[in-house]
């Protein structure tokens, strides 16, 4: 019984795709990314564990040597963000900083915004440690009884590791959080008294 309503709640969850999937740098003008990542998105509920299989693909296109726009299409629904350089370190051992706001649509009806702060430490080859903390503002539409959309906060981060194989394609194994800080009084989502936790396989595309 408890094994089936953990899985009633992963059904019902649709909490938008919270990954990062990049280095804490932009790809260039005139660059394309593309990336792909099968993911298993993990809620832990009444001493259960529930898993349920997801995943996305997307790209990202510079605009400018410090801004890029990216785009992907998930399981859950699909996203749009930029990526805003605040610090370049060209060296193999430095550290560099981005922003990446966005907002992500969830089937059928939550739409969320987001604003991770991405940081990268270079390890040399062009490996970079990644960590990404985020806050993150959701409003449901449609709840029955009420005439507006239903506000959430969360707050998450996720850390990965770019491991860049050959010239072109960079393996991203990325583990993500995410729990709720605020809701609406009467109201709360499923990640309410829990940590979401979504893990990735990235694999990025330089072209």
């Not at 990542?37 to 995943?55: D, F, H, I, K, M």
């Not at 560099?96 to 059928?108: D, I, K, R, S």
Request: proline share 6%.
């Amino acid at each position: 019984m408890k094994r089936a309503l953990a899985l009633m709640l992963l059904a019902t969850t649709h909490c938008y795709s919270y990954t990062t999937l990049s280095r804490a740098h932009t790809v260039g003008a005139g660059h394309v990314e593309a990336f792909a990542a099968p993911e298993a998105l993990v809620v832990p509920a009444s001493n259960q564990v529930a898993v349920r299989p997801v995943g996305e693909i997307g790209a990202r296109i510079g605009v400018t040597d410090r801004v890029d726009l990216e785009g992907r299409v998930t399981t859950l629904g699909g996203s749009l963000a930029a990526h805003v350089q605040l610090r370049r370190d060209p060296s193999r051992f430095g550290v560099e900083a981005m922003l990446a706001p966005g907002a992500a649509f969830t089937a059928p009806d939550k739409l969320a915004f987001e604003l991770p702060l991405v940081v990268g430490v270079n390890v040399g080859h062009d490996d970079q440690i990644v960590l990404a903390p985020r806050v993150v503002y959701q409003l449901r539409f449609d709840v029955p009884g009420l005439s507006r959309p239903l506000g959430y906060a969360f707050l998450g981060g996720s850390i990965g590791f770019a491991w860049r194989l050959v010239r072109h394609f960079t393996l991203m194994p990325e583990a993500s959080f995410l729990g709720q800080i605020w809701s609406e009084p009467g109201f709360a989502s499923n990640y309410a008294g829990t940590v979401g936790v979504q893990l990735a396989l990235g694999a990025l595309f330089d072209f």
